[in-house]
C-alpha cells in the first residue's frame, strides 16, 4: 500500500510540475525586431566588364565613422543600355559574417541612388532583412556610400 501511495504523490507532484512549468511556455512571446543600420564607404579596387553588358568588381569597405577597413565586397551586375540602368549582386564580407544584397537604378541625373534590397546573410547576419542604398561619391574616384538598415 506505501507503495501505490508515494507513486501516486510521485505522480501527481510530476503532472504540477509539468503543468506549472508549460504554462508560462504556452503565452505568447513577443516578437521584437532590433533594428540595426550600417553606414559604409567604398573604396574600388578592381573592376572589369564581362561580356557585352556584364561587369565584375571588388571594394574596400571602410567604415563611414571612423574611416576604418572593416570588410570588403565582391559585386557583379548587368548594365540596361535601353533604360540607361544597371541592376547589381553584392556580398559583404564583414567580421562576423556576409551580408548578399542587390540593388538597382537607372543613371537619369548625376544624383543617382540605388536602391534594394537585403537577400540573406550568413554569421551574425543570419535571417537579416532589409534595404540597402547606394550613392556613388561626388567624384570619380571610385567610391560609394552604402547605407543598410536591416532587422531579423
Same mark, same amino acid.
Given at each position: ?7 501516486a ?39 572589369h ?22 570588410? %570588403? ?5 548587368? %548594365? /540596361? ?63 560609394? /556610400?552604402?547605407?543598410?538598415? %536591416?532587422h531579423?
Amino acid at each position: 500500500m506505501k507503495k501505490t501511495a508515494l507513486a501516486a504523490v510521485a505522480l501527481a507532484s510530476v503532472a504540477a510540475l509539468t503543468s506549472a512549468s508549460a504554462a508560462p511556455a504556452a503565452a505568447p512571446v513577443a516578437q521584437t525586431k532590433a533594428a540595426h543600420t550600417l553606414k559604409w564607404k567604398l573604396h574600388e579596387t578592381a573592376s572589369h566588364d564581362v561580356g557585352k553588358h556584364g561587369f565584375v568588381g571588388a571594394d574596400t569597405i571602410r567604415s563611414f565613422k571612423t574611416g576604418k577597413i572593416v570588410g %570588403y565586397d565582391s559585386t557583379t551586375g548587368t %548594365y /540596361f543600355p535601353a533604360t540607361n540602368s544597371a541592376r547589381i549582386q553584392v556580398a559583404f564580407s564583414v567580421q562576423g559574417g556576409i551580408l548578399v544584397g542587390q540593388v538597382h537604378g537607372a543613371f537619369t541625373s548625376n544624383d543617382v541612388v540605388f536602391h534594394g534590397r537585403v537577400l540573406k546573410g550568413t554569421g551574425k547576419f543570419q535571417g537579416a532583412q532589409g534595404t540597402i542604398a547606394a550613392r556613388p561619391g561626388g567624384s570619380q574616384d571610385g567610391t560609394t /556610400f552604402i547605407t543598410i538598415h %536591416y532587422h531579423f
